[in-house]
């Protein structure tokens, strides 16, 4: 049974809460800029040009989406592990605070940032799949 009080699961917790930010973030940039009508509307007309600041937070939200998935399922694979590496929670909060790091980088258009905060969060899933390993 996985420790639900531990870094890791509250990680995972604080990470789907921060799906939900970059969810909004996107979503109100993009209302702010198309109009109630556009968000009200079927969408089936081809979508006027939302902006730079709407266009990144929109990216990035999709950017969270490709790797969230592979985040939860690496923390639920090493709590079931139970090896107790010290590998798991330090992944799960290089993930977390990466990906704080890169909405507001992105929706900044600040160089090198976003891509470092990027590969950072990777690095943590890289050490959650690690702590799955037995031995180490």
Not at 41 to 60: F, K, N, S, Y
């Amino acid at each position: 049974m996985p420790d639900l009080g531990s870094t890791e699961m509250t990680m995972l917790w604080a990470s789907l809460l921060l799906g939900f930010v970059y969810l909004v973030a996107a979503d109100v940039a993009n209302v702010a800029k198309r109009g109630l009508g556009w968000a009200l509307g079927a969408r089936d007309e081809a979508a006027a040009d939302a902006g730079p600041l709407a266009g990144r937070l929109e990216r990035a939200w999709k950017n969270y989406l490709e790797t969230l998935p592979i985040f939860v399922g690496a923390v639920l694979v090493e709590a079931s592990a139970g090896h107790g590496s010290g590998l798991g929670p330090l992944g799960a909060q290089l993930y977390f605070w990466a990906r704080v790091i890169y909405l507001p980088a992105y929706a900044t258009a600040v160089p090198y940032v976003r891509t470092v905060s990027w590969l950072v969060s990777i690095a943590g899933i890289v050490l959650l799949l690690l702590a799955c390993v037995p031995g180490l």
